[in-house]
């Protein structure tokens, strides 16, 4: 097919281009009165279903996050609170990026556990978050759900995750988005958000 | 004694209109493209607290740009380097000298026409403070020292100089209908038969185009062009470049009281008169203040329509090419142009 095919010539009032200038013109005046008008109805309190800006105010309103999605490591916890890490090193060996540290330590005490880990550190600076260790793990020891996304320090020292501060973080079902049945969204906090 | 009194209340007025709406209009600009492409825009600036939809956002602004360095480049021209953004300041200002804002207002007995400088030549003294503009650009570009820079003054020069010639034949046709140079009978005609863009629709149509190419802003931007050349102002910082940025909106706010003036009927409200509304099926007496707060209003209003209506074209249309600028300046607004003179000349003829 001949590409010049697709495109019809011009008429004379098209290639004045006035049509293209008014209709562009309407366009986005009508999406700001629209918007103004959504705008000017929150600002009085009345809650309409369309909505005049997309925008997340996001350091107060956070975004809703979905539970698929990978955020910082925790390590999970035996009911006495000792990790349910067994330092087995499946995690290390899988890490592609190499930011796992495991120093394991004997448990002589407890028959059933051979191994524990004296330190467990990963290095956030160097981490991917392909979350193979998460699959890699046969204990269902560590987990990517805390929901904390804002990783960041000033010193590549502050990027280290140790073993206590993992122990002690949980999943963060504040910021996760809820379904019905249906599979539908439903989490009023995500409605809420958009609205502000 | 009294005289200068109301000389200068005038010249607080105008001036607080001008840079009031100047200042205000780079709030406008984030928050209207803002909301036409369904985003909030600058909302956190505050006082203690206190945010109020971004309103403190001009003043933020203005903090930075006076307290940025302001860096001069060694080889640079000290004196016109300096004064260039000055000029361009200045000639954009000194415009609404011959605005009037309202018709003859009583005070002590007194008549004070609304008007700050009542020249019988306005339209030919804004021409010429339109035409100095251009000065104010070129100079700061040239004194910078720098290609890109210099570059940029050029497409001004090139520009605004071509569009000065549409400009002031964009109008003869709404003149020779007028039959006065003199702004504030060009309104009173209004008032007394049609306002200029029942009568001029082409006129006004090609007068607004132009205008909005005399302000150097989006469809128009080659001297300004930030994806190529970084402009004019590409050497100025810290309140050098805000004197810039702040001319291109008084210039805005200038091009919207022309069209409001010239076919919007300045200051007239539909059925006011000096005395009162005389509306068809009534009148309604109004005392001489009040008549002339509604045609100060009328005519702030109806200046705020066309600041809206430029924002968004500039927030609508794709800029031009260099070349297509002088293309349509030339070979089209102008011929144009002529021939609305030709037409309005013949119709008048066969109107007497």
Redesign the interface.
């Known amino acids: 097919m001949n590409v010049h095919d697709k495109y019809k010539p011009l008429n004379f009032w098209e290639r004045t281009y006035l049509p293209g200038?008014f209709a562009?013109?309407w366009?986005?005046?009508m999406?700001?009165f629209r918007?103004?008008a959504a705008?000017t109805l929150h600002a009085v309190g009345i809650k309409t279903k369309r909505l005049?800006?997309?925008?997340f105010?996001y350091p107060e309103v956070l975004r809703p996050i979905f539970p698929r999605l990978r955020t910082m490591h925790r390590l999970t916890r035996r009911e006495d609170g000792s990790p349910r890490c067994v330092a087995c090193m499946m995690c290390e060996t899988v890490c592609p990026a190499r930011c796992i540290y495991i120093i394991a330590d004997e448990k002589p005490d407890q028959p059933q556990i051979e191994k524990v880990p004296k330190s467990f550190d990963i290095d956030l600076g160097l981490c991917i978050f392909c979350g193979y260790c998460v699959e890699a793990c046969p204990e269902d020891a560590i987990r990517m759900d805390t929901g904390i996304l804002e990783i960041s320090n000033l010193t590549r020292n502050g990027m280290m995750l140790d073993m206590q501060t993992m122990l002690k973080l949980e999943p963060d079902s504040r910021r996760y988005v809820k379904y019905n049945e249906k599979g539908e969204i439903v989490s009023a906090e995500y409605i809420e958000a958009k609205g502000s | 004694m009294e005289d200068i009194g109301f000389a200068l209340g005038k010249l607080a007025f105008l001036l607080i209109f001008a840079l009031g709406f100047g200042g205000i209009l780079t709030w406008v600009e984030r928050k209207q493209s803002a909301v036409m492409q369904d985003r909030i825009g600058a909302n956190r600036a505050s006082i203690f607290g206190l945010r109020i939809i971004g309103l403190f956002q001009p003043l933020a602004d203005a903090i930075k740009m006076f307290t940025k360095e302001s860096f001069r480049p060694a080889n640079a021209d000290k004196v016109i380097f300096t004064l260039a953004p000055t000029i361009s300041v200045f000639f954009a200002l000194v415009g609404f000298a011959v605005i009037p804002f309202g018709d003859v207002l009583y005070i002590g007995g007194k008549a004070v026409n609304l008007q700050l400088a009542p020249l019988s030549v306005g339209i030919l003294y804004l021409f010429a403070v339109a035409g100095m503009a251009v000065y104010g650009v070129v100079l700061g570009a040239w004194a910078s020292r720098n290609n890109f820079a210099l570059l940029g003054g050029l497409r001004a020069s090139a520009q605004m100089l071509s569009y000065e010639v549409a400009l002031g034949v964009s109008i003869m046709g709404a003149l020779m209908i007028y039959q006065t140079l003199d702004l504030q009978e060009i309104v009173r005609w209004q008032g007394a038969h049609y306002w200029g863009f029942i009568l001029q629709p082409v006129g006004f149509l090609l007068f607004l185009t132009v205008g909005i190419a005399e302000t150097k802003r989006v469809p128009f931007d080659p001297p300004e062009g930030e994806s190529e050349i970084i402009g004019y102002f590409l050497e100025y910082s810290g309140m050098g470049f805000g004197m810039y940025f702040l001319t291109d909106f008084i210039e805005t706010v200038m091009i919207s009281a022309i069209t409001v003036t010239l076919f919007f009927g300045g200051w007239q409200v539909p059925c006011l008169t000096a005395a009162g509304f005389v509306f068809p099926w009534g009148e309604w007496a109004l005392p001489n203040w009040a008549v002339a707060l509604l045609q100060v209003t009328s005519f702030t209003v109806k200046v705020m329509f066309f600041l809206w209506l430029q924002m968004t074209i500039r927030w609508t249309l794709p800029r031009f090419r260099y070349d297509q600028v002088l293309r349509l300046g030339w070979k089209v607004l102008l011929p144009i142009s002529l021939a609305n003179i030709l037409i309005t000349g013949l119709v008048i003829l066969l109107i007497q």
């Open positions: 200038i562009g013109l366009l986005t005046s999406r700001f918007n103004m705008h005049g800006a997309v925008t105010q």
